[in-house]
């Protein structure tokens, strides 16, 4: 490595064999790294001679040092990979002399970490985080012009809850979604391409649901012309008055679909005098806005809406450059059993093509597979066309930006970069304080305690983890403080609880199951979970949470009937029900209803329970009994008795 007097072109360096050269440890040499603002990967650099005798200066002044230079948030394994020491060791220190428990992923308190750099016998300096490369604006980008030529028009439905937005676009694409969501409700983005007599028209269809806001905001910043839905019988509703905020900020020209006039409470004008009230003026009182009477029932009125979709696309005269540099924006992404990662990707610039490398926010893969919404392979698929690609590492976000990059290795490296930087922010704003379960923290609450309520969020779709998060978001309450610290797309894995059980957090799935080896390890090391499938639930379980007021939860667990068959009157003792188990059993605690025919007649607990003069703890059936209940004699012979517990199930 020394100099030959002839300067060379730029080779790879080795961080380990400088670091042994001048007696120091790798972590000494990232920090003159860093000083000089030369890039590595850890393990070496590349550098030509003037670069490498400029680090070997730095470096001999710092032989004999025992400074080291770290990035703030370091694990145990990150400092053990800086010190050159084996990561043994570093549990070793941590447990046996500094009496921490920490993984070899735990993230480090900076006096954790200090203390620990210390015990090694060096010094611990904390080096800024270098600039990541900026990410790219979630916000519509400027349509380039240079070798532009006309496109589909993008166009998003709008809407309240229940309004007929699916439907409509049902009938205009034949196909039925509505019927696969739960409840009826949409609770994801879809995006279709549809051929038409009249031309070509991408769809999109969003939420109407309140819960779902943030999905309705990205869906209006992706179009090119909003379709406001609203129904005749029913008028402008608060998820209404959203959507027209929501497409007055993606300043997008608006045609309102009056729905449902079939029916015969219809009232259309009802609506035109409604929506001047939000200063949506209709073309009938002389405004620019488009209206169009329409059900998606009979089909009446869905041509002419068409027809002023394309009207609208053709004044606007929406131009795109299939050759040019390819931008788009993820609508919706989920994890497929069968094939992994799955985004679907709207393309707004440029041609997307099998075989590009592309970073996706912090994403990052080579495109494998491309299908349409008909799940038809695609080769390319140019600009405002909807496509599912395969072949990312991960799922992103709804609402990242999609760029192409020269290779697997570029666009790796970009992704890698941006979700360190997550990773950072995420561990920069997670209390360790312990809550992990909402009862707990009812508990707490009562005791007069502040505390953070740190929750991680798993989801069918991309779609309903932001939505989800963003309800929980907005519950406030004076003594608790809701974090999202963790999200992601499929089942609640053994990583999700190993985060939650670190951060002291509850683990929340909609619409999805925790894996067998994530149930066993949330036993283990007591981490709540709770699933979902409708969302007013878990909202409102978090609400109660977290304004202390969680009722625990209680159901019946049917054990046994017994038929009354002879009544004993003893002086003494009262009343006694010579009785036989017909069904399952009865203990001297069980709690019972009392069936006259179809008639309850009475409910308690059992008050004693005897087999031939002697106390029982239970008889099964096929035995005879003598029962006796808790304050009620007024049991009659042919009498049913039910038995059953009352468990708590939260």
Known sequence: MGQTGVKRKA????????????GL?????????????????????????????????????????????????????????????????????????MKVMATLTTTLKPEVAEQLVEQLGYQLQWAEPSAPKPEPSKTQKPKKVVGAQP?????????????????????????????KEHGGITQHIGAY???????????????????FTAMRARGAQVTDIAILVVAADDGIMPQTIEAINHVKNADVPMIVAVNKIDKADANPDKVLSQLTEHEVVPEAYGGQTIVCPVSAITGEGVPHLLEMILLQAEIMQLTADPKGEVDGVVIEAKLDKGRGPVATILVEEGTLKIGDAVVVGACSGKIKAMMNYLGESMREAGPSTPVEILGLGDVPLAGDRVEVEKDERAAREIAEERAEKARLAVIAGTSAKKIVSLSELKKQLEEGETKDLNLIVRADVQGSVEAVRGMIEKIENEEVTVKVISTGVGSITEGDILLASAASAICIGFNVKPEPGAKREAERA?????????????????????????????????????????????????????????????????????????????????????NVKQDAREMIAGQDCGLQFDGWEAFEEGDAVEAFDIVQVN
């Open 193 to 211: 391409q549809v051929q038409l007599p009249e031309g070509v028209i991408t769809f999109l269809d969003t939420p109407g649901h309140a819960a």
């Open 25 to 97: 440890v790798p972590g000494q040499v990232g920090g003159v790294l860093l000083d000089f603002g030369i890039e590595s990967d850890g393990v070496g650099f590349d550098a030509d001679d003037d670069v490498l005798e400029l680090v070997r200066e730095g470096l001999q002044g710092l032989k004999g040092s025992k400074v080291v230079s770290l990035l703030p948030n370091r694990t145990p394994r990150d400092i053990a990979a800086a010190l050159g020491v084996p990561q043994p060791d570093i549990q070793k220190t941590l447990m046996l002399k």
């Open 151 to 179: 496109r589909p028009p993008v166009v998003t439905i709008l809407g309240h809850v229940d309004h007929g937005k699916t439907s409509l676009l049902d009938y205009i694409r034949k196909a039925n979604v509505a019927a």
């Open 526 to 610: 007591k981490v709540e979970i709770r699933t979902y499938n409708i969302i007013y639930e878990l909202i409102e379980d978090i609400e109660a949470a977290v304004k202390g007021m969680l009722a625990p939860k209680f159901e019946e667990v049917y054990t046994g009937t017994v038929e009354i068959r002879k009544v004993f009157d003893l002086s003494r003792q009262g009343k006694v029900a010579g009785s036989h188990v017909t069904d399952g059993k009865i203990t001297r605690n069980s709690n019972v209803r009392i069936r006259r025919g179809q008639e309850v007649v009475w409910t308690g607990k059992v008050g004693s329970l005897k």
């Open 11 to 22: 080779m790879q360096v080795a961080i380990a064999d400088l670091a042994k050269e001048f």
